[in-house]
């Protein structure tokens, strides 16, 4: 006898359950990941050494504190100097490329990208190399020391540049030429229709990048540690009470203030962000830039000014990987990629470095796409769905160090069913992907919320899965997102140091780690050597990814091409 087949109010029924189910798992995942670990180091604030709640003593005694109390003037400090520097730059280079038609941008633009493929601890070492006791143009310094905050905002400049850079061109990119033209009929100056036209179009897109700059700045851990010598800051501050004085209480009152500036900047750059209105309306006209030689040029020598500092620092690091004993012996040899006997572990580090990166860009690709569909997709359960994607917005919020000193107090606790993930993969690889897992998801909203929900529709009256929907027509029309997530979890999976701290033992040691350590024992050219070799492991992945991009998008979406 043939089965019945089931009837379609039977087959929705159980695939709304199975969606419920699946809401139910991605909110544990980011429950378990993000807000217990958090809620166990707010508990652990208030605690005294043998668990007894003792209020905001610890609180008073950080105050009462003046050394700790000075870092966070520094970090203040250093944030506020390195967001001014890097949203200045950024802007000029940003409007270089947008309103003007200096040569070669795309050259630039592809330069502009190398420092993202480094750990922030790279530009710190050639910094010292450039710059230090020894250094080639310390006199250049007229006499400071880059050991202190000049090295860590030249640190933090390199690093968060390309953040900011990409901001400032999708703030500058869009504009209506109808204004320029109305304003170039009324005879208005140039400087006037910049101060009235450009800037305020871009004020949202200025704002949300300085916000950005700043959060980043104050909560990098890898340029001040290698960088900052005496100059303490609330990142150094948290990685000394807990591994230095094995003070975890006064770690995690540290972290809770470090916590603060981050939260207020994500919560004002959200608020900038819903009061946006679109700069482009339908009958817009799309700007384009009249070749105006004096202003590309000048421009253009700003940009390649840029783009040389950038060359400079990375060149460097691989320079001073190569040599035998800078700067006595300058010449060449490949002895410190060997890393035998030193503190770091080795090609070790490395391989677990690639193994980390393996499966958080499987695994957060899957799980982060297939949750970013569940909140935009799925039809019913409206708070559960609206739960997930505010989760989903909260790890941009939390800086590496405070997410990997929480992620000890809570799964290293005896009565914790996870706690045999401690000290293992496992927990290196939720870190990272929680991590990372904000930026991922917005990408991922943003390409499916450019799908007609009309697909979803179709399918269901035609009685096919959910599931075949999704991997036949969502999945291929997003694959470019897909790839771009697959590449960005790799390569902050290789470069990320702050997050991972505290988690690794010495079978899970990773390659960012192991710079840090080698710097630490005095093995400053195998530092840079192992610096060097995440670089152009980061770089051969995203060439890699470019190339099989392309494949599969010629293949995968033919359709979009014109016949």
């Known amino acids: 006898m043939m089965a019945r087949a089931l009837p379609l109010s039977g087959r929705l029924s159980g695939e709304s359950g199975l969606r419920l189910l699946m809401l139910l798992l991605a909110l544990a995942l980011l429950v378990i990941g993000l807000l217990l670990p958090l809620a166990t180091m707010l508990i652990k604030s208030v605690q005294d050494r043998s668990g007894d709640f003792v209020g905001l003593a610890n609180f008073a005694r950080y105050v009462q504190t003046p050394a700790l109390v000075g870092s966070i003037i520094n970090s203040v400090s250093i944030a506020l100097i390195s967001t001014l520097t890097v949203v200045s730059l950024a802007f000029l280079c940003a409007y270089g490329i ?12 592809m330069l502009s990208i190398l420092p993202l493929l480094a750990p922030s601890l790279l530009p710190a070492i050639s910094l010292v190399y450039l710059f230090g006791n020894q250094g080639w143009f310390k006199e250049a310094l007229l006499g400071g020391s880059i050991y202190g905050p000049i090295g860590i905002v030249m640190g933090m400049t390199f690093w968060i540049f390309p953040h900011a850079l990409m901001i400032m061109m999708t703030a500058l990119s869009n504009s209506d030429a109808r204004l320029y033209e109305a304003a170039d009929a009324l005879g208005t100056p140039k400087w006037r229709s910049f ?39 609330l990142a150094t501050d948290v990685y000394r009470q807990v591994v230095g004085q094995q003070n975890f209480q006064m770690g995690a009152v540290v972290s809770v203030i470090l916590l603060l500036p ?22 817009a006209v799309p700007w384009q830039p009249t070749p ?9 020598l700003l940009c390649y000014g840029v783009a040389a500092a950038i060359l400079a620092v990375i060149a460097t690091a691989i320079y001073a990987s190569l040599v035998q004993f800078w700067p006595y012996n300058l010449s060449l040899t490949l002895d410190h990629y060997a890393f035998k006997a030193l503190a770091g572990g080795g090609w070790d580090a490395w391989l677990n470095s690639l193994t980390l990166a393996f499966w958080v860009t499987l695994i957060g690709t899957l799980v982060i796409f297939f949750n970013a569909w569940l909140t935009e997709k799925s ?13 989903a917005m909260m790890p941009m919020a939390v800086p590496g160090m405070v997410l990997g000193l929480s992620y000890i107090f809570y799964f290293n606790k005896a009565d914790n069913p996870l706690n045999w993930i401690y000290g293992t993969f496992a927990i290196l690889v939720l870190n990272t992907l929680v991590h990372f897992y904000t930026v991922c998801h917005l990408t991922s909203v943003t390409a499916l919320k450019q799908l007609d929900p009309e697909f979803e529709a179709v399918g269901a009256s035609l009685k096919v899965p959910f599931w075949k929907t999704l991997c036949r027509i969502t999945l291929p029309v997003s694959l470019p997102s897909v790839l771009d997530i697959s590449a960005y979890l790799f390569m902050n999976a290789m470069t990320t ?17 192991a710079v840090m350590h080698l710097d630490e024992a005095g093995h400053f050219a195998s530092a840079a050597a192992m610096a060097v070799l995440i670089f152009f492991t980061c770089l051969g992945v995203k060439l890699l990814h470019a190339v099989v991009s392309h494949l599969l998008l010629t293949r995968a979406q033919r359709w979009r091409q014109a016949t």
């Open 379 to 391: 039809q019913g359960y409206r708070p559960l769905r609206q739960g997930l994607h505010f989760m």
């Open 262 to 283: 981050a939260l207020l900047s994500f919560a004002v750059d959200r608020w900038i962000q819903r009061r946006q209105v679109a700069q482009l309306s339908a009958r």
């Open 195 to 233: 101060l009235t036209i450009t800037l305020p179009g871009a004020r949202y897109g200025i704002i949300s990048c300085a916000f950005v700059a700043f959060t980043l700045a104050i909560t990098d851990f890898g340029v001040p540690k290698i960088i900052g010598g005496q100059f303490s800051v």
């Open 98 to 109: 947008t309103r003007t038609c200096m040569p070669s941008k795309r050259v630039f633009r």
């Open 292 to 300: 105006s030689p004096l202003r590309d040029w000048v421009f253009a």
């Open 497 to 513: 140091v702050s997050a991972v701290v505290f988690l690794y033992n010495s079978d899970t040691r990773l390659a960012s780690i």
